[in-house]
Antibody
Framework: QVQLQESGPGLVKPSETLSLTCTVS????????WNWFRQPAGKGLEYIGR???????NYNPSLKSRVTMSVDMSKNQISLRMTSVTAADTAVYYC?????????WGQGTMVTVSS | DIQMTQSPSSLSASIGDRVTITCRAS??????LSWYHHKPGKAPKFLIY???TLHSGVPARFSGSGSGTDFTLTISSLQPEDFASYYC?????????FGQGTKLEIK
């Protein structure tokens, strides 16, 4: 069974760049859509965007100027990079598979933006 | 962006109860609506897509209905593992958006 695991630094300083990785085990990442979400404490889920393994991306317009997603097929990993972070980017970040709905998710990784 | 509004935001119920959660879209989304179950610290679980189609392996006590702007998720007989937060999500247009969640607690 395919499993997803997010990883990254738990703490990032304001104005710096956040980098997260989603590692896929139990299957290939080829020919799928890979998505990132986040959930600030006490709030709902926010869609960050998606990446297809053919290289197409769709980003939430509210984050588009700061977000980049990429894939490393050799490592079975999908990456999220978010620049110029602020306290408002503090959240649990999730990756998930799917096109219009999302059938497999990771457990999430907490990211705190603080000096 | 399409706004998704869930009600209630929290709900207390007992094992065996029937509960219904409502999700309303700010514009018509056809049946492009999914539901998820989420417990803190765990991966969200996919329940329903196309407003009413159960994902593989989801118990039949879960059902979904609706189209256009108004949707419901019903759990016919609550089980201990059902106490969690539930989220609706529209896939009619990007950016995909979620409701703010309904927290289902044990009474």
């Amino acid at each position: 069974q395919v499993q997803l695991q997010e990883s990254g630094p738990g703490l990032v300083k304001p104005s710096e760049t956040l980098s997260l990785t989603c590692t896929v085990s139990g299957g290939s990442i080829s020919n799928w859509y890979w998505n990132w979400f986040r959930q600030p404490a006490g709030k709902g889920l926010e869609y960050i965007g998606r990446l297809s393994t053919s290289g197409n991306t769709n980003y939430n317009p509210s984050l588009k100027s700061r977000v980049t997603m990429s894939v490393d097929m050799s490592k079975n990993q999908i990456s999220l990079r978010m620049t110029s972070v602020t306290a408002a980017d503090t959240a649990v970040y999730y990756c998930a598979t799917g096109d219009q709905s999302f059938d497999m998710w990771g457990q999430g990784t907490m990211v705190t933006v603080s000096s | 962006d399409i706004q998704m509004t869930q009600s209630p935001s929290s709900l207390s119920a007992s094992i065996g109860d029937r509960v219904t959660i409502t999700c309303r879209a700010s514009q018509s989304i056809g049946i492009s609506l999914s539901w998820y179950h989420h417990k803190p610290g765990k991966a969200p679980k996919f329940l329903i897509y196309g407003a009413s189609t159960l994902h593989s392996g989801v118990p039949a006590r879960f059902s979904g209905s609706g189209s256009g702007t108004d949707f419901t998720l019903t759990i016919s007989s609550l089980q201990p593992e059902d106490f969690a937060s539930y989220y609706c999500q529209q896939s009619y247009t990007m950016p995909y958006t979620f409701g703010q969640g309904t927290k289902l607690e044990i009474k």
